[in-house]
């Protein structure tokens, strides 16, 4: 096991671990909270080492799980993937089920990161392997979105870890989220990997280069990336094969998730308003596996809140997913983010959403203000 010098926080918080596992795990689920820069994940790695059985490394999406990968949890992957199975129905298309055979089936214990995205079926249907399960979260973070949440539902969590590492003081990304925490206003400037830029000085040539364009807003967000199409010379109205689009539903018999990024793989005939296409995750690249599905063009075009309530529960919801809002990029990271300071706009939240948006970013950050 690696050797590391813990403060006495970090120290309680292992020991109160490892005594919940020792006891049978009670409850099932132990839920570590901190905020960014706590060590939350390293102290995970830490206790999972000692450990003699399995230990599975999972989160909502493929892109937190590569964040974790890269941290050390070695074989993170996305929780769908550690306890569904692929299978075909009557039509031939490819739908989830739960695996009885999973890998999870194999664990001494589990651990989730960013857990405050995980629902109530997904969460129920890992728990129903009767593993230990130790949750990551941050409570500086938004509330979850509509549907998620499973695992933050009680008002306090068995350990909050408070204290900043020394280290992570030194990654201005980390600073700016206590900055904002703390209450302070972001100055203008440049800080290596994270900088606070004004929108007249903004490049659009950084804006591609981004691996992900975060906003507030819905207008917004269907602006730029009705924008972003228009600088890659994408002039056709609907998604073309190789576009991102994002899920905006949860439907679990096709393993779609609300917030999870997808590719067109292929485009299919259909008759409007509908498209049918083929696409694949964006977030698990070695993943084979592709969904087919058909939704209203109203999606596209910004004017699906037109559509009545059995037009949206028969089909799949999906759009742009060049930008997005920084309540639908919850329990995801990207390396690179672009963030469209927009806090003003929600008032009592306005410090949570820009930290949930600012710590999104894993390596570098932009942020872009109008003044």
């Not at 813990?6 to 309680?12: G, L, R, Y």
């Not at 706590?38 to 790695?45: D, E, H, R, Y």
């Not at 779609?256 to 997808?262: D, V």
């Not at 809140?305 to 089909?315: A, F, H, S, T």
Request: include cysteine; glycine fraction near 8%; aromatic fraction near 8%.
């Amino acid at each position: 096991m690696t050797q590391l010098s813990w403060s006495p926080q970090q120290d309680a918080a292992l020991t109160s671990v490892a005594t919940w596992l020792r006891d049978g795990a009670p409850g099932q689920v132990f839920r570590l909270f901190g905020y960014a820069g706590t060590g939350k994940t390293t102290l995970a790695k830490h206790f999972a080492e000692g450990l003699p059985g399995k230990v599975l490394y999972g989160a909502f999406t493929g892109k937190a799980a590569s964040v974790m990968r890269k941290k050390g949890c070695h074989g993170a992957s996305t929780i769908h993937s550690m306890i569904y199975r692929t299978d075909t129905d009557e039509y031939g298309r490819t739908i989830f089920r739960l695996n009885p055979d999973g890998i999870a089936c194999e664990a001494e214990l589990i651990i989730i990161d960013e857990c405050s995205m995980v629902g109530p079926d997904l969460g129920r249907d890992l728990l129903s392997y009767g593993k230990p399960v130790l949750v990551l979260g941050d409570p500086a973070q938004l509330p979850p979105v509509n549907g998620a949440g499973f695992f933050t539902d009680k008002p306090n969590p068995d350990v909050l870890l408070t204290e900043i590492h020394r280290q992570a003081l030194e990654n201005p990304i980390i600073r700016m989220s206590i900055d904002v925490r703390e209450g302070h206003r972001l100055e203008f400037g440049d800080h290596g990997a994270a900088k606070v830029i004004k929108r007249s000085d903004l490049d659009p040539k950084s804006v591609l280069a981004a691996d992900i364009v975060l906003c507030g807003m819905n207008k917004t967000r269907r602006a730029f990336n009705n924008r972003i199409r228009e600088r890659k010379g994408i002039t056709q109205p609907g998604p073309q094969r190789g576009e991102k689009l994002v899920c905006l539903k949860n439907k679990r018999d096709k393993g779609l998730l609300n917030g999870t990024l997808w590719t067109v793989e292929k485009q299919k005939r259909s008759a409007a308003p509908w498209l049918q296409m083929v696409v694949k995750p964006e977030d698990e690249p070695d993943v084979t596996t592709k969904v087919d599905i058909k939704v209203n063009t109203a999606f596209f075009n910004g004017t699906e809140d037109d559509l009545d309530e059995n037009e949206l529960r028969l089909n799949e919801h999906f759009t742009f997913g060049y930008c997005l809002t920084v309540h639908k990029s919850q329990g995801s990271q990207w390396d690179d983010v672009m963030l469209f300071d927009e806090s003003g706009v929600f008032r009592n939240d306005a410090r949570r959403w820009l930290y949930t948006g600012l710590t999104r970013a894993a390596e570098r950050l932009t942020i872009v203000r109008a003044v």
